[in-house]
């Protein structure tokens, strides 16, 4: 009797993904659309934020609490700032050389563009304006940890979450209890997560489904050239400058792809980085990575570590600039990219943090604020990719630490990808 195939989850979000697609350009400008799938899109998001903070925190705990260490955790933090900071640095300028070479905006009719709405934008930057660099470092302490639990304002949680699996650590058998309710809460909460990823699909397919028939396919055509060199300028940066990364430090940003599959899908699908949160943790940990590096690096990096958006950031600005025919010199381009590497930190969690960091930043270099309401209509697009290569990033930064602290298991490491292999050998035959 032949095998009834099974789909993997990958294959589910993509047939999601296109049914979307589909439904949302046969019901373009339909309200009805928006009323019955957006509920089905939310409460999925809705379910990712839910267990995200409790995994962050109880993984943490168990983590730092086996290291134990505070001068090692201290060590390892300013390590992944800086490897935050080089990296974001390097995507700004990418994103910098494929405007001034690829000129996307020379040459556009303004009239034949719509405009979108980013008033809901404006309030959020006026804040952020008053929110700098050493702010953000300031509010990592919170005065109040149930509320930063409540807002999830990851920062303030895994600092909380740091100093309190420490001091686990130094109380010795005395916190051997408090241990082991963690590592419940942990498993719990990844058995939790596998049950919300079946919802994934359904989740994927509103969201886009919302998105197209809001917007329409229709509205991609006079921004076709920046949407292209958007995706190839992030392409470039994950196969080349990623890669080159993951060279030196002893693995493949291939078989990071290859294990991060499904995770890549469902980011791109939801334009969300949160979706896969729990479980980019969980496969770097069964890559090689200590459970303490990958709980530390990868949500911090949510926050210090967003490659795709800084790229973005520059290439819009410039974008913005040839639209209105404004020449930037290179002076201006350098206080740009000094800018945009402040603000990108200055906000981080912000929602819509990439458009609020432009927001506030295209003024200090004489760039109109409101030319970004011409590419608000194809954000969501540019967002999906963006989101995909803030995940690889930071999936990268995770083993790049381990390797650079000493403690990466290489042979977990090339067991897990074997695992991999061997189940892709598997449903090939099927």
Known sequence: MK??????????????????????????????????????????????????????????????????????????GGKTILYFEIVTTIAILIGLLAANIFQPGAGLNMNELSKGDIGSYLQTTETAKSHGFIDTFVNIVPTNIFQALTSGDMLAIIFFSVMFGLGIAAIGEKGAPVLKFFQGTADAMFWVTNQVMKFAPFGVFALIGVTVSKFGLSSLIPLGKLVLLVYGAMIFFVIVVLGLVAKIAGTSVFSLMKILKDELILAYSTASSETVLPNIMRKMESFGCPKAIASFVIPTGYSFNLDGSTLYQALAAIFIAQMYGIHMPISSQITLMLVLMVTSKGIAGVPGVSFVVLLATLGSVGIPVEGLAFIAGIDRILDMMRTVVNVMGNSLAAVVMSKWEGKYDEAKGKAYLAELNNADAKSVAM
């Open 3 to 76: 095998k009834k195939r099974k789909f993997g989850l990958a294959i589910q979000i993509v047939i999601g993904l296109i049914l979307g697609i589909v439904v949302g350009a046969i019901f373009y400008g339909n309200p009805g659309v928006s009323t019955y799938l957006k509920p089905l899109g939310d409460i999925f998001i809705r379910l990712i934020k839910m267990i995200v903070v409790p995994i962050v925190v109880s993984s943490l705990v168990i983590g730092v609490a086996g290291v134990g260490d505070i001068k090692q955790l201290g060590r390892l």
